[in-house]
């Protein structure tokens, strides 16, 4: 910086531009751009359109595209909202149709029919087809074991 008049030189922003100056410099060239309002005009100036990065030529109409679809997202999202609209209207008139089914089944008496009458007989089991089951059962559990014993004395 020049000492008499406090402000930054062409040489020094070119320096400054080109991140060419020490650390301690950097930052004093830094805080004084930020407090001298002609000197942080002077720092906006110094930037040849050169040095600027150009914007790809496809950028526009990558734009303008964008906000062509926008229209169509937000028709999009309103047909959504419609659509779960009428879904919980026929989920509603589905459980709604079901109660009604429920309620007619429940006080037409079809289910309830024979309810509050006592049978009049109760079957019975005959024993003997028990017994001849249990009969059965012995025996087959006692040919079991025989085999087994059989098996272990032969392997002796």
Known sequence: MNQKSE????E???????????ND????VLSHISSCE??????SNSFSQTDMI?????????IMDHIHHSNEI??????Q???INHQLFFYSLKIGFAMCGALLFLYSGLLSKNTNSYAKEIPIVKMNTIDD???KLYEFSNKLIMEENNYDQEKK
Not at 7 to 10: K, Q, R
Request: hydrophobic residues 30%.
């Open 7 to 10: 402000h930054l030189t062409n």
């Open 12 to 22: 020094l922003l070119d320096a400054f531009n080109k991140n060419t100056l020490d």
């Open 54 to 62: 150009c914007a790809p030529h496809y950028l526009k109409s990558s």
């Open 74 to 79: 937000v028709q999009i999202v309103q047909k």
């Open 81 to 83: 909202r419609t659509s």
């Open 38 to 43: 002609e000197c942080s005009s002077l720092y």
């Open 133 to 135: 089951f249990n009969n």
């Open 25 to 28: 410099t950097y930052l004093s």
